[in-house]
């Protein structure tokens, strides 16, 4: 690449950031309050920074994101004092883990620092630009943890090849204090990983156990340190407390008797007033299965037909392309067959998993043709652009109406309470 190519790619790199910024900085300030889980995720992460104490007024101790992925929130209001200032440390803190995790795996993959930071950038701005971006892209900048969590899954398999058991240690911290439902993917990816090395069977048990019991570290190590900084008796309550929490949203979330009713064909379930999907755009609803089954169909395709292809894909990335699409594979069929309610949010992490699919098995086709896809890949870049800078010219910088992420200056005031009728958005937007 010569010196021209070299700063024609860094200035669309720049350009592409910019745009990006200027549309997360717009939604940051529009969007009206989350219910319930926004006001209590900073509260508790502001009270980590404060006193080490994970705590908020709605739960109390017991979260279901926790502070490995919700800390900028609290960074953010210590720094700003109000939600649009943790909204955009939210923001800030993916994109800047995002990048980094893509510039490391398309430089791995054998791309220039130049490259890997263009094709990263634009990465990122696909899944928030409209219409391409991925559904309920925005909660991020609620500090929900879902994305966070899997950017942690991500790291962590970029070191698993050298450093297995960190590896693990991350796999935990993105459980145990990021979010519960990236247990399977993970357990997954490990025993993947494992039986990867082909080690004779009593090997494999004691690697698997040794990387089981790095994984749960992290959850024994807050145990202790929590001991000493409250009492046992508080332990206690935490612990029954969180397992009750637990316990009530599986419950919440069993299937409903009539989805294994045979008076009631599975389509109608689709077009039921009671599920979130029926409320979806058709936009939506395509990307959703894109980004699950679509996801699922090219991953065994791509193993199928690039099996034979020496050096483009390691056994480590077989079984643990072999390991997400399974998981990705039980993710969607209880979203779209089993879930009671079929909220978005919840099926986040199947949508970042397929997403993870589409970009490994894109890379290793971009790599297979790499002489025929090269047009290809500057139109691309340049649709991409485009769309950016017609969302932008859409949306000002700063709304110039008074907002709900500027009003709220005081996390247990009025004018921040998420059940506050005044708060709660008027629309929804996927």
Request: proline residues 4%.
């Amino acid at each position: 690449m010569n010196a021209w190519s070299r700063h024609l790619f860094l200035s669309l790199a720049i350009l592409s950031s910019l745009l990006a910024w200027h549309q997360m900085i717009f939604f940051a300030d529009t969007l009206g309050s989350f219910y319930t889980d926004e006001v209590a995720n900073v509260q508790a992460s502001d009270s980590f920074l404060t006193s080490l104490s994970y705590k908020n007024d709605r739960y109390g101790y017991v979260y279901s994101s926790g502070a490995a992925v919700t800390w900028p929130g609290g960074l953010g209001w210590k720094i700003g004092h109000t939600m649009l200032a943790s909204r955009i440390s939210c923001a800030f803190f993916s994109w800047a883990l995002f990048l980094a995790l893509g510039v490391y795996f398309f430089y791995r993959e054998g791309f220039s620092i130049l490259t890997a930071f263009l094709t990263s950038a634009m990465l990122w701005a696909v899944t928030i630009t409209t219409p391409l971006a991925m559904p309920y892209w925005f909660g991020f900048m609620y500090d929900l943890g879902e994305l966070n969590s899997i950017l942690l899954v991500g790291w962590g398999l970029m070191f698993i090849s050298r450093w297995p058991f960190l590896s693990a240690f991350i796999f935990g911290l993105a459980v145990w204090h990021g979010k519960l439902i990236y247990l399977p993917l993970v357990c997954a990816v490990l025993l993947g990983d494992v039986l990867a090395k082909n080690f004779p069977v009593k090997k494999t048990l004691t690697q698997l156990l040794g990387l089981l019991g790095v994984f749960i570290l992290p959850a024994i190590l807050w145990l202790i340190f929590t001991c000493f900084r409250l009492d046992t008796h508080t332990i206690h309550s935490w612990l029954e407390g969180q397992l009750a929490w637990f316990s009530s949203m599986l419950s919440k979330h069993k299937p409903l008797p009539q989805v294994f009713s045979h008076q009631v064909h599975w389509m109608d379930r689709f077009s039921s007033p009671d599920l979130e999907w029926s409320h979806y755009s058709t936009g939506t609803k395509i990307k959703n299965i894109i980004l699950s089954w679509g996801a699922i169909l090219m991953a065994g395709a791509s193993l199928f037909y690039l099996k034979n292809s020496t050096g483009l894909v390691s056994p480590r990335g077989r079984w643990t392309s072999i390991m997400v699409l399974l998981c990705l594979a039980g993710y969607s069929f209880h979203f779209f067959f089993l879930h009671p309610f079929m909220w978005q949010r919840h099926f986040q992490p199947a949508l970042y998993s397929g997403l993870a699919l589409w970009v490994f098995w894109g890379t290793k086709w971009v790599i297979f043709f790499q002489n025929r896809l090269k047009m290809a890949l500057i139109l691309a870049v340049l649709l991409i652009l485009a769309m950016q800078l017609v969302s932008s010219l859409k949306h000002p910088l700063f709304s110039t109406t008074p907002t709900y992420a500027r009003a709220c200056t005081d996390l247990r005031a009025l004018s921040c309470d998420p059940t506050h009728k005044e708060n709660l958005p008027h629309t929804i937007i996927f």
